[in-house]
């Protein structure tokens, strides 16, 4: 069985400061890693995808991946309140399915 | 405008009753995906499909049913023998190329499903 973890938080940070969110993953075969906001009774939304080892940026978001350690991780830098939301990471199946598996999110409250 | 559309956005079902959720894209993407989300969890796999007239179940596939006779539209159906069909419904949809772990899923704004 596939697991994906997050702490759920909530994770409470100020206005302006580096917020970071972390995940672990079961499976060592997983090839394809995806963040995911979602706010309070709306779709997730994509806002980072990263499929190698090492950093991704993107504005504000930087993605970190580390293979050999089984974990990817999110950075929000400049946290606003408008990024109050739970984060979700999501993990390439490699059965062939090519369905994701989904953690079951991190809370991060921006205090204004 | 390109994108996922489910309808309808809130759905009351009464025991016993199928209710078919719709969803359709018009982004010409190959892969389509039913998840569904309860309260302070992630999302689980129902169905999915890779390519028109063939689908396969996901984890929690008991007691739903799904069609894919046209590249657009995935409907799902929760019959009445899901015994807990509570939930938020999504619908997603991937390029999903062959041979390539690029699987970008977009979501629909997904609809809410209570059982009366």
């Known amino acids: 069985q596939k697991e994906v973890e997050q702490n759920s938080g909530p994770l409470s940070v100020p206005e302006g400061a580096i917020a970071s969110l972390n995940c672990t993953y079961s499976d060592r075969v997983s090839q394809s890693f995806f963040w995911y906001r979602q706010y309070s009774g709306k779709s997730p939304e994509l806002i980072m995808s990263?499929?190698?080892?090492g950093d991704k940026e993107d504005g504000r978001f930087t993605a970190q991946l580390n293979k050999a350690s089984q974990y990817v991780s999110l950075l929000i830098r400049d946290s606003q309140p408008s990024d109050s939301a739970t984060y979700l990471c999501?993990?390439?199946?490699?059965?062939?399915?090519?369905?994701?598996?989904f953690g079951s999110g991190t809370r991060l409250q921006v205090q204004p | 405008d390109g994108g996922i559309t489910q309808s309808p956005k809130y759905l009351f079902r009464k025991e016993g009753q199928n209710v078919t959720l719709s969803c359709e894209q018009n982004?010409?993407?190959?892969?389509m995906y039913w998840y569904r989300q309860d309260p302070g969890q992630g999302l689980r796999l129902i169905y999915y499909?890779?390519?028109?007239?063939?689908?396969q179940k996901g984890d929690i596939a008991e007691g739903y049913s799904v069609s894919r006779e046209k590249k657009e539209s995935f409907p799902l159906t929760v019959t009445s023998a899901q015994k807990n069909p509570t939930a938020f419904y999504l619908c997603?949809?991937?390029?999903?190329?062959?041979?390539?772990?690029?699987?970008?899923?977009?979501f629909g704004p997904g609809t809410r499903l209570t059982v009366l």
């Open positions: 997603a949809s991937s390029i999903s190329p062959p041979g390539s772990s690029y699987n970008e899923q977009f």
């Open positions: 999501a993990v390439n199946d490699d059965t062939g399915r090519r369905a994701l598996t």
């Open positions: 499909s890779q390519i028109v007239n063939d689908f």
């Open positions: 990263i499929y190698s080892n």
């Open positions: 982004l010409n993407h190959d892969a």
